[in-house]
DNA sequence: CCATATCAAGCTGCATACACCATCGATAGA
DNA sequence: TCTATCGATGGTGTATGCAGCTTGATATGG
């Protein structure tokens, strides 16, 4: 795995917690790099908006207040409502085979209650239903914003983890009974709808920094 | 301007058509500074998706093929659609002196043909329009579609001047009334129909490469 | 004449050195 | 004692040299 997907999912599993300094030589000795893929990978997740780099000061891993949650989850609602006006009906099957896998480990995941496990298989969920996505520029950005999000779920899953871990795989399982009627429009309504459940669920526990 | 602004100009003023090489050389020389910054601007314009950066072969300009035309339009009318779910109405005023300024240069630019100076009113518009989006992660998905789209109609701009140059200013001036009567919502649906039209429009001298 | 191997040129990717900037602490003066 | 200034420190920004890759021209053998 890239050095920019490494430090991505270390944000977004709050390895790196918002405020933390990244320093370049640090993760250029880490990598066994120099610093120049270091800073690629730091300005591409700068765009990303999960990094600030300032001049002199050093790269910080942003913030994420109020505003940024409600923003980002609003849009991520109304981005899965998109899916189905371009279905991508061809990857079905592969989808569900995605699927089939992803509900079978997920109860396992959840007696263990296992996060960083659970982590994962979110993952797993969002590259299934992109794949769905037979839009480029929709798929891009569904994913984009998908990383933006996670990590604001992840920073309360140990207070709500039996919740959203047992909604997940009903999401999973009502994506499956859409997919085998073909219905991919059902695919964005489902995750729409978790997508809500999720903000509301993780909204008490969100104080503003 | 930036590096990064002055090339991402160029691609979408047709400049650097698609398929242009772009070298970090040649452009270092020009902008009088190194290969680094430039490579930063080439680098985050991959990312865009307007160029393409192959190890040992060089920078090129993307093509546009008919796929990635019919995605982006799509995708940008279903943008603006989301407008009016984010209306940031203290900005209504600013926005409406904005659109003042630009549907008088408008008549200008009409009677002199001035292709340039119309694609420069497209920017005014789309950057006045995206002020009035209060949901953050919507603005810039909305302008980062624009740029990917804005060199598709200008690469037949030649062709469709009078129709697209009129149309731009009903576009405006029917803003205009909508946000008199504070109706961020309608602008949303403006837009929308009219990125409509230009794709219709656009469509008989889109031919795939 | 054609096919193939080889080499040269030009490009990007990376490593490194240095310049510049921001910050904090020490120190001297009021 | 408080304040202002200066310097040390550690960070990012940039320039530059070199390594590795791609590609096209060229030479060579069939």
Redesign the pocket.
Known sequence: MGIYQTIRDRICLLHYPPGK??????L?EEF??????V??A??RLEYDGLTE???????TVTAVDRHAFEDIFAFRMRISELIGDFPASAEIPSVLASLGHLIDTAEQVRKDTDMVGFWRLNHELQEATGRLIGNRSLRDTHARYYFLACRIWYSVIDRIFDEQSADFVVEAQEIVKALKAGDVRAVGFIQRNHIALGMHRIAPYFHPE
């Open positions: 300094k990244l320093a370049e030589q640090e250029a066994a790099v120099s610093r120049t893929p800073r690629q730091l300005q780099i300032r001049n002199g000061v050093g790269t």
